[in-house]
């Protein structure tokens, strides 16, 4: 028993301390800011003009309405795929082309805890980068040059409950699936391709979904919500 709690703890703390690299690796590096800030620029231009607008954004609906922030995030979530690829398909591939790999799996660190720690560290830098939709769109509302008739009352969780029910699952499942690719393939073509790929596909996906209604499987498999969200 006392071996088991020992080698639990063990395993806790391998990959604590690999996810604490990632963290830390992460946020020296230039290029998460620069995600943050085109999706925080993003939401914030969808939030301060009438010149584009998403869905429901538009007419009478307020633009910090729970609808229209759940729409916004759906949406750049589709066009950060790419950003979702380039964070998510790198790590493995990032280790074994500097041959870190090799110096790795020498030492007592398991491959389930390497594994896990690189996926929760850019899991977590993920959802970094994609709150900067929230905050683009929090601050975007009280710009002086936005009507202020279309702006309702500041309500924290009209920006937090799309956030936990949308954003944070769909970036699991879709750095999931990049994480592994980018693990298997261990390409630099193959992390940016496969980003591309996905984007293409779930693009026809939408060009098919206009009889959702008669056919409720196109929003089972439509891992961005914006099927639903739009049609519904």
């Known amino acids: 028993s006392r071996i088991s709690k020992s080698e639990i703890s063990n395993s806790k703390s391998q990959m604590l301390n690999i996810l604490s690299f990632e963290l830390s690796y992460r ?4 290029a998460t800011y620069i995600f943050f ?8 231009i969808f939030a301060t003009t009438d010149a584009i607008t ?39 591939y990032r280790d074994f082309e500097h041959n870190f790999h090799e110096i790795i799996f020498t030492t007592p660190v398991k491959k389930i805890n390497y594994f896990f720690g690189r996926f929760l560290g850019s899991y977590l830098v993920c959802l970094f980068i994609f709150s900067g939709i929230i905050l683009g769109v929090m601050i975007g509302v009280y710009m002086p040059w936005v ?24 970036v699991f499942i879709l750095g999931a699936a990049f994480f592994t690719l980018g693990s298997l393939l261990r390409s630099q073509f193959a992390i ?28 089972l498999f439509d891992p961005y919500g914006l099927i639903s969200t739009f049609i519904s």
Do not use: C, W
């Open 27 to 30: 946020f020296r590096r230039p």
């Open 192 to 219: 940016f391709v496969q980003g591309v790929v996905f984007f293409l596909g779930y693009i026809l996906l939408i060009d098919t979904s206009s009889d959702v209604e008669s056919n409720p499987l196109f929003s």
């Open 54 to 92: 998403i869905g429901g954004a538009s007419g009478s609906v307020n633009k910090n309405a729970p609808y229209t922030i759940n729409q916004i995030i759906a949406v750049l979530t589709l066009i950060g795929t790419l950003i979702i690829s380039a964070v998510m398909g790198v790590p493995v």
């Open 147 to 170: 009507d202020g008739e279309k702006v309702g009352p500041f309500n924290l969780m009209y920006y937090l409950h799309p956030f936990i029910t949308m954003l944070v699952p769909n």
């Open 37 to 44: 800030l085109i999706m925080f620029a993003l939401a914030f």
